[in-house]
């Protein structure tokens, strides 16, 4: 019993070294951190010479003048007592709604003698305060710096000669910054892997060359022209333009390239087949907003996964890509004029047309769709009604056959179901006679069904109804097999 009180009384969180102490406060907000300071003398030296520091002036209940006064007693008790020590990270939110801050200049001074590696700037308030001379000059010579982030600051021109020989990552948001600087800036990194420029202002164009950069992330500058020149090692590309007005984009060769998004962009059909074609390692494509696409052919022997939605002029898709596991479109009746993708193929399809005027021609398009997406592997669809799907019996007959090859399907409905749960489900089996799995939701009434078919109960209603499950199973694999032989051919020619 004795043993056992001595070893409840053992302070097991003092025994911890300090680099551990260091790691669990770096997890924490400055002000979260800052309060151990009051468990003992050891934890009030531990906060004021941890390597990572966390300024949130926007999440925490402090008025801003005592989070102020927070912010200048620690880099008093820093300077004084461990200025020698480096500071790894520094992280600062704050608002400046009157300039910038003079005890945010201060504190970054500082970090960046100590070598600083990961510096965060980030400006919440209203106007966005230019980042004074003698600070600029500093952050942009900064040898140390490998990953520099700076939200809602004006940055004006720098008299300096820019370097920054270690920086790796670099976002810019919200920024104001001419074309000569972000040149400079850029041309000063030469080892940068990862750009992010989101919401620029005073930009007109956007030049682009450099032989490391890996990721590019280009969103919503307004009324510029961008063109990337040279980038052979580029990984991931993503462009969305103003929705207004849009953007001029300018595209070279990629050579290693596997994830393309172009949103809000003014890209013809004839750039969108050049990007795959120069690009065959690509792995991922993400097509929105895109209002100047008619007639789409997507042709890629790596592409696994394809999104598209909302393409407003849109009328025609093909698909030729035999690796193609995820496919996803969004938006009205279109043409899928042929579908060549892996047997793997997950397919999700949101239709956002609700008008069926002519229920003729709405069937008609809704059968012309499911017989292309019919060999995926699951196919999911999501619409406003269960009418939307539910074919009438008079017009069953002039839409055969059924469509045998679908296994899997889920369905969503947004409007609530009503009495038409069951009709549904009959509907969808006489669409879809050799359904293994039939999911029905419906949110809106937390309406979920889950429904499971045995081999030998198909309902084969007419049309091809003596084919047999054997068949079917025959011919998707020589479908297959005419995939894999087509694009072994095309790369022996």
């Known amino acids: 019993m004795e043993a056992q009180k001595q070893f409840s009384n053992v302070d097991r969180i003092s025994e911890l070294p300090d680099s551990l102490c260091h790691h669990i406060l770096s997890f924490l907000s400055a002000i979260d951190a800052g309060g151990t300071v009051f468990l003992s003398r050891r934890w009030r030296s531990l906060w004021y010479s941890v390597p990572v520091y966390f300024f949130d002036g926007f999440f925490n209940s402090w008025s801003q003048p005592k989070f102020s006064m927070f912010f200048k007693e620690t880099l008093i008790c820093r300077q004084r007592y461990f200025n020698y020590l480096s500071i790894h990270k520094f992280r600062l939110r704050m608002k400046m709604s009157r300039g910038f801050d003079p005890s945010a200049l201060h504190w970054i001074l500082f970090a960046l003698k100590t070598n600083v590696k990961k510096l965060f700037i980030n400006n919440y308030g209203n106007n966005c305060p230019t980042i004074p001379s003698i600070l600029s000059d500093a952050i942009f010579t900064a040898r140390s710096i490998t990953k520099l982030d700076i939200v809602c600051l004006s940055i004006e021109e720098i008299s ?46 956007i030049k682009i060359s450099s032989e490391t950069l890996e990721e590019l992330t280009i969103s919503q500058c307004p009324d510029i022209e961008f063109f990337l020149d040279y980038a052979p090692n580029v990984k991931f590309f993503a462009f969305e333009a103003m929705r207004i007005g849009g953007n001029k984009i300018g595209i070279s060769v990629f050579r290693k390239l596997t994830t393309l998004t172009l949103i809000d962009a003014r ?41 598209l939605r909302s393409c407003a002029s849109l009328v025609e898709v093909k698909i030729d890509a035999p690796n193609l596991q995820e496919l996803e479109y969004r938006g009205e009746f279109i043409t899928f004029s042929s579908v060549i993708s892996s047997p793997l193929l997950e397919a999700t399809i949101y239709l956002e047309d609700y008008s069926r005027s002519s229920l003729t021609i709405w069937y008609a398009k809704l059968k012309d769709l499911f017989e292309k997406l019919q060999y995926s592997k699951t196919l999911s669809v999501a619409c406003f009604e269960e009418l939307d799907l539910i074919i009438p019996g008079k017009m069953r007959k002039s839409l055969l056959p059924q469509l045998h090859a679908l296994k899997h399907l889920k369905v969503e409905i947004n409007k609530p179901l009503g009495d038409n749960g069951g009709k549904l489900e009959k509907g969808l089996r006489w669409m879809f006679p050799c359904l293994r799995t039939l999911d029905i939701r419906c949110y809106q009434q937390n309406f979920e069904e889950h429904y499971e078919y045995k081999e030998d109960n198909h309902q084969l209603l007419g049309g091809n109804a003596g084919i047999s499950l054997v068949s079917i199973q025959f011919r998707e694999i020589i479908r297959w097999l005419f995939i894999k032989f087509r694009w072994l051919f095309i790369k022996l020619m």
């Open 267 to 307: 890209v013809t059909d004839s750039m969108v087949a050049n990007l795959l074609f120069q690009n065959p390692l690509l792995e991922k494509l993400v097509l929105v907003n895109c209002d100047i696409i008619e007639k789409l052919l997507i042709a890629s022997p790596n592409l696994g996964s394809f999104s």
């Open 160 to 205: 300096v000669s820019l370097s920054l020989p270690s920086l790796q990552k670099l976002s810019l948001s919200s920024t104001s910054i001419s074309d000569s600087t972000l040149q400079k800036l850029l041309s000063a990194c030469s080892v940068v892997r990862k750009v992010s420029l989101y919401s620029l202002c005073g930009l007109e164009k």
